[in-house]
Each structure stands twice: as C-alpha cells, then as structure tokens.
C-alpha cells in the first residue's frame, strides 16, 4: 500500500482497475479498465472483455458497501447462458487500485459478493454487495413448529451419505422441468418429493433445483418434477443425484430419519388461535373444543 501511495503522490500516475470474479464452481474470470492485460496473483485480467464498474461506495461502521458493475455479453467472457443457469450468482468480486506498470503495486478498495443481475441490449448490470451485507440476515433461531434446519447441515446433524439417502441416475427424458429417470427401486414414491435434485455433468453440471413431486412412470421410470426449471437444460443422459426430501415435520424428522433428537423446530408451540382463547371457570380445562 504505501508504494502505490508514493506512486499516487508523485503527480504522474498509472493506475488502472482490476476486478476479480470468482464463481462457486471455482471458475476465475479477471478484468481490468486498461488498455493492456495486467497480470498478478496468478490472475490474467483481460482489457477486452468489455467490464466496469461504477464507482464504489465504502464505509465505516456498519453500514453496506455497494456498487455495481457493468459490462457487455461476450462468448469469451460473461455469457448471458451462464447468467441464466444462475452460475454468477453470489460469485465472490474483489476490486482492486493498481499500477499497471507495477502490479506489486496495488491496493484492494473493494470485496464482497455478486447480487441482482440485469440484463438485456447485449449487457449486463450486476449488483455488488460488500461483506457487511451479511450483517442484514437474520440471526438467532425462530419459534415455529416446523424444523428450521437445513437437511444435511450442521443443525441437523443427519448424515446423507447413509445408504438410501441418496440416488445417482441418468436421465432418461426431459420436459421442461420434469424429468425421467431409472427407479432406483429401493425408494418409495415421494420419497425424494422436498429434496434437492443436482446435475453432475452435460451442459448442466452443477446446477441444482428443489423437487416439487416424485413419482412414478411407465416401464419402471421414476419422473420427478422441479419447483422451476433449471437455468441451463440437461440432456438426456447427463447424470444426476437426487437428494431425499424433508417437509420439515416432527413426525417425518422421527419415521424417515430416525433423527429427532436434533429437530429443530418446536411441534407443540401453541397456534394463533391460542392467543385467542379466553379463560372458562367451569368444565374441563383440557385444551378441547367447546362445542
């Protein structure tokens, strides 16, 4: 920092910006405003591929940093398929102020996260959020009968990769957001209904969608239909996995997943209607209707 602070003091500079994308495939793009690729941190940042970013605004104390970063569609760069197939979507972005002549020199002026993406005209416009964003989430647990664990996760505690849990396949069929697959045959119907559904490879690798109903097929199919459909198609073939569903209930927490020590939702919190009821001298005091 304090040689780009030199730099930036001595009345003739050479500075440009550098921005870094990393998606949670593990992808790495960089980009630069300079006429010139810069190259530093094992990151080659291309001049050409058409990217910036409009000014950043940071602060201190608490409050979120933002931005915005535009740029143009490109098949050599952001393609619009891979805006679509959701693949940008909470890409890690670090921002950098460097010496293009001396890229040791350099200073990072933003980091955060990729949020909305707008696009259309043959561009696009994608929100940046700085790592105070995160401060905006709700923390701390909520009073409510159902689990507010995610399946899998640490709250929960279950162990997916228990035998029946999970299931690989090849798609057989597709049609727009149903699909077709071989029944594994030790899965009863709907037992992944709730669950999550993952394309391992195709055009599709690594997308996944919420499965909305699981059920059966002719000639020993199973046919499971997504919430919405993925944002890049599969082809038949393409392999998949498909993770059991949980709605959430005491009652499948205990049967399913023999897992209700770790429920995390609270089953005999009293309703809304409770709040209602208004207290009686006589009768029985059983919580039974009044008929």
Known sequence: MSDLADHLTSGATTVCRCWAVVRKDGTTLGFTDHDLPVTFDGIDFRAEAGMTAQAIETSLGLSVDNGEAIGALSDAAIREVDILAGRYDG????????????????????????????????????????????????????????CTAVLGDVDCGFDLQTPGFIAEANILSVDGAALAFDDPGYAEKGWFSQGVLTVLDGAAAGLSGMIQSDEGDSHARRRVVLWQELGARPSVGDRI?????????FETCRLKFSNQLNYRGFPDIPGDDWLMASPVTTGERDGGSRR
């Open 241 to 249: 996995r498909l993770t059991a569903g949980c709605d959430k209930r």
């Open 91 to 146: 890409a890690e972005v670090t921002a950098w102020h460097v010496n293009w002549r001396v890229p040791a020199e350099r200073q990072i002026v933003f980091r955060g996260t990729i949020g909305e993406i707008r696009r259309g005209g043959g561009a696009f416009h994608a929100e940046l959020r700085g790592l105070s964003e995160a401060l905006n989430q709700t923390r701390g647990r909520a009073y409510q009968p159902n």
